[in-house]
């Protein structure tokens, strides 16, 4: 499940990242909670867990949550495990009203205790009455919520978000060139048919947007709710998977994520630390990140 915030809103953000993206959390968890808890659509209490996006295939910005759920949850007793139907979760258009109304409403609330900050063009948006102007076309405008079942099932999803939790807005891979001050990259065209494109961009846009997606320092863009919730998960989860009649439960402990930490070999010339690889290049990776060559004339 995808909740993406309007592109009028991305200015707003970029200068209050650390309010909005919180906000962008918790409005799209509480709609998911109190939709799915509603006996008209599921009747259960779901757990899930979200993960920040900022940026577009050409980097803009685009704020949105992609939120991995389990099709169904726990009935409100807790004694049954609810299933969702195969080809039904839970109402989009119920979900999009939901999710937008509370967060204009948030919105309005940061900007009533001072939270919200405003420079350059969006100066004029600190007087209250302009403000509440420039919310009042996001109630008109339908907003964005996807969901559909994962093409390639449960591991491809999870697979697919992990390869942005400790990157950001993109991957080597996508690199093409940089050539004459020009940066090229591969973006997929959702528009027609995910048709892979090129855009060359000079160096300093490129890296004008690269920046846009830095998040402020302590920001967490992976969050947890319902019965994967911190604070609930260990009395829940096993609860849930007795339920579903699982035989057997994953682990908890650090290498629960199956990640097997490499030998450390290696050791720092400088200090004597241990060392260990966390990312290999080829040889075109590592020319694109080397300095240009800076030559004079005789």
């Not at 993109?170 to 940066?183: E, K």
């Not at 609860?239 to 097997?260: D, E, M, N, V």
């Not at 241990?274 to 290049?281: E, G, T």
Request: one cysteine or more; glycine letters at 6%.
């Amino acid at each position: 499940m995808v909740f993406t915030l309007p592109s009028r809103l991305a200015p707003l953000a970029l200068q209050n990242k650390k309010v909005l993206y919180h906000l962008l959390f918790r409005s799209s968890a509480e709609t998911l909670l109190e939709v799915a808890r509603d006996p008209r659509h599921l009747g259960a209490e779901i757990g899930f867990f979200s993960v920040l996006h900022t940026w577009s295939q050409k980097l803009t910005a685009h704020p949105h949550v992609h939120c991995v759920v389990p099709a169904g949850g726990l009935s409100l007793d807790p004694t049954r495990w609810i299933r969702s139907r195969d080809n039904y979760f839970l109402p989009k258009k119920v979900l999009a009203e939901i999710f937008r109304g509370k967060f204009v409403n948030a919105l309005k609330e940061a900007f009533q205790n001072g939270q919200l900050h405003f420079h350059g063009d969006l100066r004029l948006l600190a007087q209250p009455k302009i403000f509440a102007a420039w919310l009042r076309p996001l109630y008109r405008q339908d907003w964005v919520v996807y969901l559909k079942r994962p093409f390639g099932g449960p591991t491809y999803v999870v697979h697919y978000l992990g390869r942005y939790t400790h990157r950001v807005a993109i991957s080597n891979h996508r690199l093409v060139s940089f050539t004459d001050g020009q940066v090229t990259f591969r973006w997929r065209d959702s528009a027609h048919h995910n048709q892979q494109k090129l855009l060359s961009l000079s160096l300093d846009e490129f890296l004008r947007r690269f920046l846009l997606h830095i998040l402020p320092k302590g920001f967490v863009r992976i969050r947890n709710f319902g019965f994967l919730a911190n604070r609930k998960r260990a009395k829940l989860l096993p609860l849930c998977f007795h339920l579903l009649g699982a035989t057997q439960q994953p682990q908890a402990g650090p290498h629960a994520s199956g990640i097997k930490e490499l030998p450390q070999t290696r050791h720092c010339p400088k200090c004597g630390g241990p060392m260990r690889v966390i990312q290999r290049f080829t040889a075109a990776e590592l020319q694109l990140r080397s300095p240009p060559m800076v030559t004079s004339a005789a």
